[in-house]
């Protein structure tokens, strides 16, 4: 018996105590415990899954679940035995507030006297889940994608597919080709590679979509292709042709800050023509074309503050400056270095001149000699690099040069030769026996098309170029082409498509986009030349020079050719003349001179003028005397 009647109290909190300890130990195991997934976990549509770790004494059928206030407690099953609830849980994109409860019962008696003790409770537990759509990605190659090339891209899908996943692909228009699908295999988690053909500048978007996957979207951009300058250097009031493709309508030319707006391209969108203003600044410029929005790669432009040209003679190559002055009288001329030939050259018209970038190539009656340009745009020097042999191919009337892709090109009065560019001596790698010609030839090349074209006497010849060591003649036009009983001249209006010939009484403009070349347009009104003729084409305009003088041409509408004006108050050249066209500058070589002339009034009367062309600067001190014809080029 207590002896106190405290001890009875004490009694009963002590056996309480040991109670609630017991009791606490049995709940334990009545919380209710959100495996899998774990809060912040990201899952995709249209199922995520859980799973859920029910109370130890857990009272069956209490299991709840929510997302949000939807109850979705029959997207799971419960196993009472091994105390677990899983489920595909039905989610929609977006954050996800999952809430599950569940309740659990403890049967327990409590100490006398008896104080009130829970034996029962439904706890919570709750997780958020960042739900995503299952998606599509797209892998772009960096942008813009030149006209005509073509551009690795890739699909990928997240999170891979467990089965193999059919991709369409759309939305680029006219701008780019792409494969109508794409198959991304099972399980693959690297991008699926397909190719982006670009077809037109511009800019669009291209789409890929499959059923239960989100679209994916990425930005295309094509830009037009810039692929040469014709030519690469000038004066200002240089006419300038680009060279590439995908040019658009409205296009818009940029030579350093000068822009040039609303250009129509010509030749399918290949070749787009600006003219330098006379004010443009003297040194480097970055020429672009923008169609569509869209801008091509950068293209060197070197605006010159003089003209340098060479001057081929029967044995020797002279370099020229010449520096525009106000007035026009006050120009100089300059002999800026001559160097000797290997050879001299007998027969008739007998010199030719062709150059690129780093290289200078002469032909003679009887060689090809091949020299390095050195030096700077303003002083450049001339080193030999080889000859061919002497005595072969012997040319009596006539010989030229062209620098062709694969070979050195000399054209002869009776053929085609094709020389290697290394070697002592140049090696003859192959040669075509084509028409005779009586009076001088002229060689044009296009390295693009690796065709060149020999004109003669009586016609126009076209060689194929695939194989330098064979020159096949492929065509041999006489009919519908202008006799010329003096020379002729070739010239590049439109290079690669449009191309101009001289001959003693006037010009053929000639359409080479066909095997056979046609005539679109002819002139027999041009002054007579007695011996020779050379042309240079600028912009809309054409250069002619005789053996008596200069005439400038309007050839704006091919179909048409017109004399504008001209100017005989120049040398008399007996062995043949040259010309070249530098902005404003048409300068021409006589047999023992070289002259300026002011070509810069682009007015065309109905008649010739004799005035729009003021007298020529004229340079012969110091300059060789050729008997067998004369070359100039720039």
Not at 353 to 370: F, I
Not at 549 to 556: F, T
Not at 612 to 625: E, H, S, W
Request: hydrophobic share 45%; with cysteine.
């Amino acid at each position: 018996m207590p002896n106190h009647p405290h001890d009875t109290d004490s009694f009963a909190h002590a056996r309480l105590r040991a109670a609630a300890v017991a009791l606490a130990a049995a709940l334990a195991g009545c919380a209710v415990v959100i495996t899998a997934p774990p809060t912040g976990s990201t899952g995709y549509t249209p199922t995520v899954p859980v799973e859920v770790m029910l109370p130890l004494p857990y009272v069956t059928g209490s299991f709840r679940a929510w997302v949000g206030e939807r109850d979705v407690t029959p997207s799971f099953s419960v196993d009472a035995a091994t105390r677990r609830a899983s489920g595909a849980l039905p989610v929609t994109p977006g954050a996800v507030h999952l809430t599950v409860l569940a309740c659990w019962w403890i049967p327990y008696n409590g100490p006398a006297p008896t104080i009130p003790i829970a034996t029962s409770g439904c706890p919570t537990a709750a997780v958020d889940i960042a739900v995503q759509q299952a998606a599509l990605q797209l892998t772009a190659a960096a942008m813009p994608v030149a006209h005509g090339a073509s551009a690795a891209m890739g699909v990928s899908a997240v999170p891979p597919p467990m089965s193999a996943l059919t991709v369409q692909l759309s939305g680029t228009g006219t701008t780019a080709s792409v494969p109508a699908t794409v198959t991304i295999p099972a399980a693959a988690s690297a991008p699926t590679r397909f190719d982006l053909q670009a077809t037109a500048a511009g800019n669009a978007t291209l789409r890929a979509q499959a059923t239960g996957w989100a679209d994916a979207t990425v930005p295309i951009s094509v830009a037009p292709r810039l692929t040469r300058l014709v030519p690469a250097d000038g004066l200002p009031g240089t006419s300038i042709t680009l060279v590439g493709t995908g040019f658009a309508s409205n296009s818009q030319v940029k030579v350093g800050t000068t822009t040039f707006s609303n250009l129509t391209p010509s030749a399918g969108g290949t070749r787009l023509a600006v003219t330098l203003p006379a004010t443009m600044p003297v040194g480097a410029a970055n020429v672009t074309v923008q169609s569509a929005s869209v801008t091509s790669m950068a293209l060197p432009f070197q605006v010159l503050g003089n003209a340098v040209v060479f001057r081929g003679t029967n044995d020797r190559i002279e370099t020229i400056g010449f520096t525009p002055g106000t007035p026009f009288s006050s120009s100089t001329l300059a002999l800026l270095g001559s160097q000797t030939t290997t050879s001299v050259s007998p027969g008739i018209l007998n010199v030719g001149l062709a150059r690129d970038a780093t290289r200078l190539a002469r032909t003679g009656a009887n060689d090809l000699q091949l020299f390095a340009i050195g030096g700077t745009p303003a002083a450049p020097t001339l080193t030999l690099l080889g000859a061919t042999g002497l005595g072969g191919g012997l040319s009596g009337t006539g010989s030229a040069a062209a620098i062709g892709a694969g070979a050195l090109l000399r054209a002869t009065n009776t053929g085609l030769e094709t020389i290697g560019g290394t070697g002592s001596p140049l090696p003859k790698l192959g040669s075509f026996n084509g028409a005779a010609s009586t009076f001088g030839t002229a060689l044009a090349v296009d390295n693009v098309a690796r065709r060149a074209w020999r004109s003669v006497d009586l016609g126009l010849e076209t060689y194929d170029l695939a194989d330098p060591a064979a020159p096949a003649r492929i065509d041999n036009k006489i009919v519908g082409i202008s006799t010329s009983t003096t020379g002729t001249a070739l010239d590049w209006l439109d290079p690669g498509r449009i191309l101009v010939r001289g001959t003693n009484v006037g010009l053929d403009l000639l359409d080479t986009t066909t095997t056979s070349p046609t005539r679109p347009g002819f002139s027999i009104t041009g002054g007579a030349s007695s011996l020779g003729v050379a042309v240079a084409a600028t912009g809309t305009r054409v250069v002619r020079a005789t053996s008596m003088g200069l005439e400038v041409w309007d050839v704006s509408t091919p179909a048409a050719p017109r004399q504008c004006s001209r100017n005989n108050q120049g040398d008399a050249s007996a062995t043949g003349v040259g010309v070249v066209v530098s902005g404003t500058v048409a300068l021409r070589a006589t047999n023992g001179s070289i002259e300026a002339y002011d070509i810069s009034d682009t007015s065309c009367p109905a008649a010739p003028s004799n005035t729009l062309i003021p007298p020529p600067v004229i340079l012969r001190t110091g300059l060789g005397l050729s008997a067998t014809g004369v070359a100039l080029i720039r």
